[in-house]
């Protein structure tokens, strides 16, 4: 295997004092660079939570950028948008080596939104492991849910494999996606990816387990409209309810197989 040297608490966002993790292959140094974007519900989650995808993106020889990105009640939409936007400038001009024609972006859950959310933006090739995509059109079918948060998980310790993968919470999804828009339901719109589609938007890897928490109609409409957008786009829906990082080494080969043809 190939030794990876990881810097960790690099600052890449000077006035916030945000900082990223960087994961070099020692080996090859000339291919792409991917934004590996850790999940939570823009509530919680840190960067080294995603140490183990990052160790394995780098073996694939991708210089792997790792950031954390600002969570409630310090930040809501569409700052953390703003947050990860400033990682693709800060990667461009930063002195890492990495081919800069190939940047990508990957992300679970939260992270899966943000990821999607820089294939809009910049045009790179993104995969969304069980991403956000369902916001307005879910709140709006979906009144009658009382939102609660959870309770009954340590996400600080327990491992990102193990959250959330019991399948459907109606009253969770409703409250963190409430929560990121600071319970403004006007914001809804605005803050659905699926209303910002373009020509332009970079390839698209989507997964979702299709009984898991995340609803994987979201799937299915983006998957639409990129259609006919004409936007390459790769799906694959798992049996189960595994959320995002809880099916990582079932989705590996895909997602490399991704990675391979795009970044």
Do not use: C
Not at 234 to 239: G, H, I, S, W
Request: hydrophobic fraction near 45%.
């Amino acid at each position: 295997m190939a030794k990876i040297i990881r810097s960790t608490n690099v600052i890449y966002q000077d006035k916030l004092g945000l900082t990223l993790d960087v994961y070099r292959n020692q080996e090859q140094q000339n291919g792409g660079a991917l934004i590996d974007l850790h999940g939570g519900g823009w509530f919680r989650g840190d960067k080294a939570k995603d140490r183990d995808l990052a160790m394995q993106l780098a073996q694939l020889g991708y210089l792997v950028v790792v950031p954390n990105y600002r969570l409630t009640p310090l930040a809501y939409f569409p700052e953390p948008i703003e947050d990860v936007a400033a990682v693709v400038e800060w990667l461009r001009q930063s002195r890492e080596i990495f081919n800069r024609q190939r940047i990508g972006a990957i992300g679970s859950s939260a992270g899966g939104n943000l990821a999607i959310e820089l294939a809009i933006r910049y045009g790179i090739p993104a995969v969304s492991w069980s991403g956000i995509i369902e916001i307005d059109d879910w709140l709006e079918d979906h009144k009658d849910v009382v939102a609660a948060a959870d309770t009954k998980q340590d996400f600080g310790k327990a491992a990102s494999a193990k959250i959330n993968q019991s399948g459907a919470n109606d009253s969770f999804y409703k409250w963190f996606v409430l929560n990121y828009l600071k319970n403004n339901v006007k914001q809804a719109g605005a803050a659905a990816p699926i209303h910002r589609l373009s020509t332009t938007t970079g390839p698209l890897f989507l997964v979702n387990s299709l009984n898991e928490f995340v609803p994987v109609s979201g799937v299915l409409n983006l998957q639409r409209w990129l259609v006919e957008l004409g936007v390459p786009t790769m799906t694959k829906l798992l049996a189960g309810s595994e959320h995002a990082k809880g099916y990582l080494e079932e989705i590996m080969p895909a997602t490399q197989a991704f990675l391979a043809e795009f970044v």
